[in-house]
């Protein structure tokens, strides 16, 4: 049972996490060592952080409707697909023991650190990929089938997803970034949507933390709009990487 102190911690926690997550990404590699803290067990504090983090991935899409124009097909096609993966990892995780996922849990965490390390280096191959091969002919077949695959992985623990589909969307399709951006936004909520409807009705989710976690993820990510241009996104993601890396290091050493 947590106390008073211990919810404004997780409040405060998720307010952390929702500008991260505006400002640079992997804001849950805050929320979630956070809940292991406090005595969360570890399936539980996952399964909530992501039913409480799941209306972000809403604004995300509203906030880039203009570049889902002419996409039609393509947003019900990977919606679909990461939707069918985000089912498929949430399954695999409420089927996977507390200790057995405890023990994948710095390896997740480290890989995670890992892949927002890499972040800014993708994206900058990301622009100059999509103007110079802007007439070369993609494959979205298999992006479709790697993309779903990457939403096993986002239904099962999900930090730094993003930057795994918009690698794979960049690679398979020859489109701009924005507009390959607004469709990593479709395949984020498709995955995490799916996992949290199922995380639902499991019994896992912690209701008075998930309530809380989110109202402070929508604080969060209110400010860390307003305070976009002020900070630097890659100080505030190395700062997260090395958080990651800290925490992965203490799981590794208490197991």
């Known amino acids: 049972m947590l106390s008073g102190f211990d919810f404004v911690l997780v409040g405060f926690a998720a307010v952390a996490a929702g500008a991260i997550n505006a400002l640079a990404g992997g804001g849950t590699l805050i929320t979630f060592p956070t809940l292991l803290a406090l005595g969360v067990s570890p399936i539980a504090?996952?399964?909530?952080?992501?039913?409480?983090?799941?209306?972000?991935?809403?604004?995300?899409?509203?906030?880039?409707?203009?570049?889902?124009?002419?996409?039609?097909?393509?947003?019900?096609?990977?919606?679909?697909?990461?939707?069918?993966?985000?089912?498929?990892?949430?399954?695999?995780?409420?089927?996977?023991?507390?200790?057995?996922?405890m023990a994948l849990v710095p390896f997740l965490i480290l890989a995670?650190?890992?892949?927002?390390?890499?972040?800014?280096v993708i994206?900058?191959?990301?622009?100059?990929?999509?103007?110079?091969?802007?007439?070369?002919?993609?494959?979205?077949?298999?992006?479709?089938?790697?993309i779903g695959l990457a939403a096993i992985y986002g239904g099962y623990f999900g930090v730094a997803m993003s930057v795994v589909v918009l690698s794979l969307l960049g690679l398979m399709i020859n489109d701009s970034l924005t507009r390959l951006n607004a469709i990593?936004?479709?395949?984020?909520?498709?995955?995490?949507?799916?996992?949290?409807?199922?995380?639902?009705?499991?019994?896992?989710?912690?209701w008075p933390i998930a309530l809380v976690m989110a109202a402070g993820a929508l604080i969060g990510g209110t400010l860390g709009g307003r305070l976009a241009g002020r900070i630097k996104p890659d100080t505030l993601r190395w700062t997260v990487v090395s958080i990651g890396i800290v925490l992965a290091i203490i799981y590794f050493l208490r197991q």
């Open 45 to 101: 504090a996952n399964v909530t952080n992501t039913v409480a983090l799941c209306p972000g991935f809403v604004g995300g899409i509203l906030g880039q409707l203009k570049d889902l124009t002419g996409q039609r097909r393509r947003f019900w096609i990977f919606l679909t697909a990461s939707a069918v993966g985000g089912i498929i990892g949430s399954i695999l995780l409420l089927r996977t023991g507390e200790r057995a996922f």
């Open 184 to 206: 990593k936004q479709t395949v984020a909520f498709g995955a995490n949507g799916a996992a949290a409807v199922l995380f639902i009705f499991s019994g896992r989710v912690q």
């Open 123 to 146: 994206r900058l191959w990301l622009v100059r990929r999509s103007i110079e091969s802007a007439a070369k002919p993609g494959s979205e077949t298999w992006a479709v089938i790697l």
């Open 112 to 120: 995670a650190s890992c892949l927002l390390a890499v972040q800014g």
